[in-house]
């Protein structure tokens, strides 16, 4: 992690769609009077969605003024949660995991893969816009390690060459299947099941 | 009460009580950072680790957790040293070891806990983070790379000072605290955050790399930028005030002090009167006592007894107050006055223009109204406790008068006495939370009684208070001097003007010889052609237009008395001498009464104090608010429709210390600008 700070460059303002607002109202509704404040990691979330997947400035002021918080609060919370972008990102955005699990499965391979082929540093956008790329701890699919998410899906198992043929898949504007990238299907043992092997109907106990 | 063992001693604590407060009623210290008396419980800094027999098989934080019954506690066990030590290891690993150039050094927790708690070396090898500093505005100078992440600032500025300016962003070793867009804090009590960080990451930006604490001399005193008096601690090098801290006082300040109050010291280098003047030929010349005193002494005996008058400032001691009554009584004129803005107040009963339920009343309060009062402008620190006291919720607070930019929710009821009025009349929803209310504070400020109809605005509101079962009003003060002032009745005699009476007269030609004791809040352009005496410390309206000066000691250059609003009697005490050829000010009008030929009775000050007593016995009461009834309210005289205004508009500018410092100049122009930007976008930050 490294110190996070809201981007140089602030769009003038920011205002949420009517419909995104009235979502938003209904997040503030499920609290109890004066409680506001709990819907903020809600609102920051829609509000990243509808701006491309940042944070600005203008939206965080925005929410402090939509749930009576100070400011800084609100900053103080966008800038806690790595979930959050504090600067415009690619149209996708690679998280690395580089948590021990995956860093022993090889996780290095995959990293240095991305640097190759984006060819820019974490939290940059390639000049054609598409990618940009960080650094994350365990998002909780160790089994399956390495992996990297891609916007909202998990990319799994991977080595140098899938993470590469992935990238490429996604520079030529498609959407591979998430998952596992071995064909395997979700953590299953690799050589196979060992257990478990007979029909649904079968009456266990010895296995 | 539980009851607990500490290291073998058993103690009872009030329920609710921390383990660290426990500790500390056993008499054992406990090393800690973040922890603070007056500020909520963050239990982040890990230094009150503690042992808690049959607890979890870990240190425990003690400023965390409650006191329970039979609990059994090491505070000077192995495990609690291992892991004090350890914590220290933590905090020192990215603490820079730059104590030689630290404005803290000397009086840093962490120096000293090291010292007591820490070990001798550290395991970590690695770089030390860097942290940038943020830009907190004048007065705060800030080395973020020093800061342990103890959250006491934020805490403050939000529990205390009632503002939302700063906040921790990112997290773990990234923490930084700051503003939101590194703005400066815009705060009265700003200062405080000083005090309270435990490390030198935020010291004093006008007191940087000037001395270090152990070269100045410390001088217990009050304060009297304004009418609460504050305990504060002047911090003196030679004839030099090198900065000013507050003192612990519950009844008053509990420990806190305006920002005012603190950085009004470099104004008492600046704009000095140091020896005496006269002006001849239009300009002012130095003069030597004997010739200045001369001077104004065949001025005053030229004149009829019915020609002469006198005005005592807002920061005029006790003592100089009482030398100049007893002097105009023995010369015969019945023409003096302490109330430079006109305030309808005095006369009557004392409880009549004392704050009587006392400052501390706050705290249990469940209903405010403010009437023409601005706290947050007229008693910083007075403001802070209704802040606080607002926080804790149940509490209801109103105010008529100019919309105030209250820090604290507070209802806008109306402008002026109509609003009064409707309250008193029971037509005003407020009036039923004041009656409801099982304690009712009602304060009116000089916003409402300096004006012409000023008492009976105050006889309205002591109609409201019994309507609603308050135990009265509670006068706000904002000039140090005006309690004692009236205490001593510095109040026109059978006959004699009042401050606007003694301009009008002057201007009319009535007036020959009018006595400035420090007065420089009056119209100078309103005194015609009369001669002006001024006694004062600073160059400031009244010196300007004065015929002769006498130089006087500032407040912290004196032995003297003065009157909080609450009517509390405190002793300031002298921090350094005045500057060149001034003196403390009871002995210049001494002085002046031989010249005269009316020797004032005293010759020191001894004698003069029990003079005050013969006047005000309550002047031997040093310490405790004043025990005063008040006088019922009267009928007749009626309210004028006009608002009420504000009694302050510049905080930083209310006397001439202030006037005369750069750093009040500077924190001025900035709420300006402040003020502006708020004007203009409509938005709050
Ligand atoms: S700046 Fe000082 S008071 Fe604030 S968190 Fe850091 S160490 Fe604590
Ligand atoms: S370590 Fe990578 S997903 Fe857990
Ligand atoms: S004082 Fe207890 S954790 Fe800081």
Redesign the pocket.
């Known amino acids: 992690m490294s110190v996070r700070r809201l981007a140089e460059e602030q769009p003038e303002s920011f205002e949420f769609t009517p419909e995104n607002l009235e979502w938003a109202q209904q997040q503030i509704a499920k609290y109890p009077e004066g409680r506001a404040a709990s819907a903020v990691i809600s609102l920051l979330w829609r509000g990243q969605e509808q701006n491309d997947g940042w944070v600005s400035e203008p939206m965080i002021r925005c929410i402090g003024d939509l749930l009576g918080m100070p400011y800084i609060r609100v900053l103080e919370v966008a800038t806690f949660y790595t979930m959050f972008n504090l600067a415009p990102r690619g149209k996708y955005l690679i998280q690395i995991c580089k948590t021990t699990p995956c860093w022993l499965r090889g996780s290095d391979d995959v990293t240095d893969v991305v640097k190759r082929k984006l060819g820019v540093g974490p939290g940059k956008v390639t000049e054609d816009g598409l990618f940009s790329w960080m650094e994350v701890e365990c998002l909780g699919a160790c089994c399956n390690a390495p992996m990297i998410q891609i916007n909202d899906d998990y990319y799994e198992d991977l080595d140098a060459a899938r993470t590469e043929a992935l990238l490429d898949a996604f520079a030529r504007g498609e959407t591979p299947a998430p998952g596992s990238q071995t064909g395997r299907r979700s953590s299953e043992p690799v050589g196979g099941l060992t257990s478990l092997t007979g029909s649904a109907g079968q009456t266990g106990g010895e296995s | 009460m539980p009851k607990l063992t500490i290291d073998g001693t058993e103690v009872e604590v009030e329920p609710g009580a921390s383990l660290l407060q426990a500790c500390e009623a056993a008499g054992k210290e406990i090393p800690r ?2 922890y603070h008396e007056r500020l909520s419980i963050a239990g982040n800094c890990r230094m009150c680790l503690i042992e808690v027999e049959g607890g979890p098989p870990k240190p425990v934080a003690s400023c965390a957790m409650a006191a329970a019954d039979d609990m059994v506690v090491h505070t000077d066990s192995p495990m609690v040293k291992k892991a004090r030590e350890g914590v220290m290891e933590f905090l020192l690993a990215n603490h820079p070891l730059d104590c030689p150039i630290c404005d803290q050094g000397g009086e840093c927790d962490l120096q000293d806990q090291a010292m007591a708690f820490g070990t001798d070396g550290s395991r970590f090898a690695e770089n030390k983070r860097a942290v940038d500093d943020k830009n907190m505005g004048p007065l705060i100078k ?1 080395e ?1 790379t ?9 805490r403050f500025t939000t529990e205390v000072a009632g503002i939302y300016d700063l906040g ?1 962003t990112g997290r773990g070793e990234d923490l930084e ?1 700051t503003t939101y867009l590194e703005k400066a804090v815009m705060s009265e009590m700003s200062g405080n ?1 000083i005090d ?4 030198g ?2 010291t004093s930006k006008p007191y940087a790399f000037t001395a270090r604490p152990w070269e100045l001399s410390k001088t217990e005193t009050i304060d009297v930028m304004d009418a609460i008096g504050s305990s504060i601690r002047v911090d003196a090098r030679g004839s030099e005030v090198m900065r000013i801290l507050p003192r612990i006082n519950d009844d008053v300040n509990e420990e806190w002090i305006s920002d005012k109050t603190r950085f009004i010291w470099d104004g008492l280098r600046r704009q000095r009167l140091d020896t005496p003047y006269i002006r001849e030929d239009g300009k002012l010349r130095k003069a030597g006592w004997g010739e200045a005193l001369q001077r104004v002494a065949e001025k005053v005996k030229a004149a009829a007894p019915d020609r002469i008058a006198a005005v005592a400032g807002d920061l005029a001691c006790a003592e100089s107050m009482a030398a100049l009554k007893d002097l105009w009584d023995a010369l015969g004129s019945p023409h003096i006055d302490c109330r430079q803005d006109g305030a309808q107040l005095g006369g009557g009963e004392r409880g009549d223009y004392l704050f009587t339920s006392t400052l501390s009343a706050i705290d249990t309060a469940d209903a405010l109204l403010l009437i023409g009062c601005n706290p947050r402008a007229e008693a910083a620190v007075f403001n802070a406790r209704i802040v606080e006291r607002s926080r804790l919720g149940g509490f209801a607070a109103a105010s008529i008068g100019a919309p105030i930019d209250a820090n604290f929710p507070c209802a806008q009821l109306g402008a002026g006495p109509a609003t009064l009025r409707e309250l008193i009349a029971g037509e005003h929803s407020f009036a039923k939370t004041l009656a409801d209310a099982e304690q009712p504070m009602i304060i009116v400020g000089m916003g409402a009684l300096a004006r012409p109809d000023g008492a009976a605005v105050l006889s309205a509101a002591k109609q409201l208070a019994a309507n609603v079962g308050a135990t009265g009003v509670d006068v706000l003060h904002n000039a140090a001097a005006r309690v004692g002032g009236l205490d001593l009745g510095l109040l026109p005699g059978e006959g004699g003007r009042d401050v606007a009476a003694i301009m009008q007269g002057a201007q009319a030609g009535e007036v020959d010889l009018v006595y400035l004791l420090g007065a420089d809040e009056i119209d100078m352009n309103g005194l015609g052609d009369a001669f002006i005496v001024y006694q004062g410390s600073h160059g400031d309206a009244g010196a300007h237009r004065a015929d002769v000066i006498l130089p006087g000691a500032a407040y912290t250059e004196k032995n003297a008395l003065w009157v909080n609003t609450e009517g509390r009697v405190q002793l300031g005490v002298r921090a350094c001498f005045p500057p060149g050829e001034a003196r403390e000010d009871w002995t210049i009008l001494r002085a002046l009464s031989d010249f005269v030929g009316h020797t004032l009775g005293y010759d020191d000050l001894s004698g003069l104090r029990a003079r005050m007593i013969e006047l005000a016995p309550h002047f031997t009461e040093i310490g405790t608010a004043g025990q005063a009834v008040a006088g019922a309210a009267s009928e007749g005289a009626a309210m004028a429709d006009t608002p009420f205004d504000l009694a302050i508009d510049d905080f930083y500018l209310t006397n001439p210390i202030a006037r005369a410092s750069a750093v009040m100049a500077e924190c001025s122009a900035l709420a300006q600008v402040a003020a502006q930007d708020k004007e203009a976008t409509g938005t709050h930050g």
């Not at chain 2, 020093?146 to 934020?154: D, E, F, G, L, M």
């Open positions: 950072f973040c800030t973020m020093r800061c342990i992440h103890c959250t006491r600032c934020v921790a605290i955050v309270l960080c435990p490390v990451a935020l």
